[in-house]
């Protein structure tokens, strides 16, 4: 193992606890790893928690956090591509190896915002967020709403964003004694020093994460602060010039779709369902067995119902599965789970209907083993509900393994839509109901792009049929 010599007596002590011998318990899951790479990249936090007593199972953020910590002091070259190399082979392993604690561990962000941590603040500066967050803005029947209320998943990433905006105010040079008050934030001069901060060190590319807080920034101006129009104008003007260039679809996730502007990867991704219940050995099913089949059941739920993961994740039989007869169910989700505020109600087809019954059946009870059944569609091999991320993971693995193309739950969404357009050209409002878009032009910027490359594609083939030699016989 390539080391950099320390500098000094403590970097060397905090070098010697990331190579200490391993705990028998250690050695025994490292050799499980069949791949030297992933296995070279946990040896450290297999070190890290033999010197603490620490086992595979009790391995968590909070563990891997303090590992970050000594690595970051023990001299080490990289330490944050140390981190996170080994966070996602520990995650790889997660899927890959049956008897690997299921614990998904999150992935570092190498975003270069660091947020003043929200229970650091002065306590008149959150009780000033909580208000700003929790009130709807209309008081009374014929009072205009300006701000519609928000879920509890929308107040803690709301909350998160006004941390990091104070996080920015800190770095751009603002006292944070100054900051009382949500309102304080928003100061003109505090919102100037803020942008620009932004914009002037590498933070202000155009993308959607930057844009989103400097509308945050605004709303907070315009609805809490109450500055006027007049004061906020320079402010709406900078918050557009965060705005991505790019709208629709990612360049990335283009290159994912535009195999299937040709119908053969489309049967294959459709195929994919039907052909896992066929090849299953139901005889003798497994745990093994029973992961497959609940991630074929996602997938034909998806092809079904294009539904974001964290509604998928969250399903539950007698909360979200409405069984009419044996063959006619919908999944049906409340305005109140979904991103948009819209109810969500999807006829599932044949097949969907099929492997749904046989993972109930059969496979499911594999997975609840001695926990408390929860009633939940998506659970692990403990019996706990698979959170988005580790549900994420385990699709885009599942379907790479099975067919060799890259799609995430999220991507998988876009080909759905795809896979319809090119059925029936143009009916945007039918699949702005299906993915549960809120605009049609969000659906119309996602979906222009392939559907040129697919007017090309039919345009050649009109030509070849022309070119073709005219036989005089």
Known sequence: MSRKKPKNAEASAYLTVLEAPLDPIWVTRLDQINDRRLRSHLRRVASYCSANSIRPEQVNDSVISQFADVVAKSGLPRPKQIVRDALKSWNTQVLSIRQWPQVVLTLIKSQKIVGVPFDQLPFSFRQDTESFLTVIGATSLFEAQTRKPLNERSQKDRKQKIAQLVGIFVQAGGNLSAIKYLRDLVTPDAMRRILEHMWNKGLGERNGHNHNRARLLRIIAQHHAKISPTELEPFREAERRFRPKNEGLTPKNRTKLRPFLDDGPCRVIVGLPSKITRTINRTMPTVMDAVRVQSALAVAILLNAPMRIRNLSSLEFHRHVDQIDPHNIHLVIKDSETKNDQDLDYPLGKTAITILDLYKQVYRPLLVKNAQDKDELFISWNGVRKTEVTLSVQLKKFIHEETGYELSPHTFRHLV????????????????????????????KFYTGLEIQDAFVRLDNIMDKLGEPIDDN
Do not use: A, M, Q, S
């Open 417 to 444: 839509g795809l896979i319809f357009l090119k059925r029936y050209p143009g009916e945007y409002e039918t699949v702005r109901k299906l993915l549960g878009h809120k605009d049609i032009r969000t659906t119309i």
